[in-house]
């Protein structure tokens, strides 16, 4: 498997995973009410114009076994999310993605990322900590006060 930037041509294969992911992954990570191909086209274009950068997980057979994005990398402080299929999670590949997308916010002289995560999710949390991520406030994803809000700042 290999880690590479995804375009519109990918929109099938990624529209197949968001698809694909079962409430126990949704339930941390569902970056869009509904994953549609609209959506994921939308997406995709974004990061083809230099809105967005996406990245996937890529299996020698082509299929998407997990994505990272960075939203509205074209300014000063990007949102990071990943999210992973659960036969791969725990295998290194979410701190991969997370050294991939962090690595091009710096390339790009990024400062500061941004994200938010539940705050049970206790596995991605830890990731993001250990990453350099520090909790710099409370969000709403489905109920009040149920994620945090982190920022990775990059030291001058």
Not at 63 to 73: P, Q, Y
Not at 127 to 151: H, N, P
């Amino acid at each position: 498997m290999q880690i590479r930037s995804l375009s519109l041509a990918d929109a099938p294969a990624l529209l197949e995973l968001y698809q694909s992911l079962p409430e126990s992954v949704t339930c941390f990570f569902q970056p869009w009410p509904q994953f549609t191909e609209e959506v994921i086209r939308t997406h995709l274009a974004d990061a083809d114009a230099g809105k967005n950068l996406v990245l996937g997980i890529v299996s020698e057979e082509g299929g998407i076994e997990g994505t990272g994005f960075l939203w509205n990398v074209d300014t000063d402080t990007p949102t990071l999310g990943i999210g992973l299929r659960e036969r791969i999670q725990g295998q290194g590949w979410g701190r991969r993605m997370m050294e991939a997308l962090l690595a091009e916010a710096d390339a790009r002289g990024k400062s500061e990322v941004r994200l938010t995560v539940l705050k049970t999710n206790h596995r991605a949390l830890h990731l993001y900590q250990s990453v350099g991520f520090v909790i710099t406030g409370e969000t709403k994803f489905r109920e009040e006060a149920d994620s945090w809000c982190m920022a990775r700042v990059k030291p001058p």
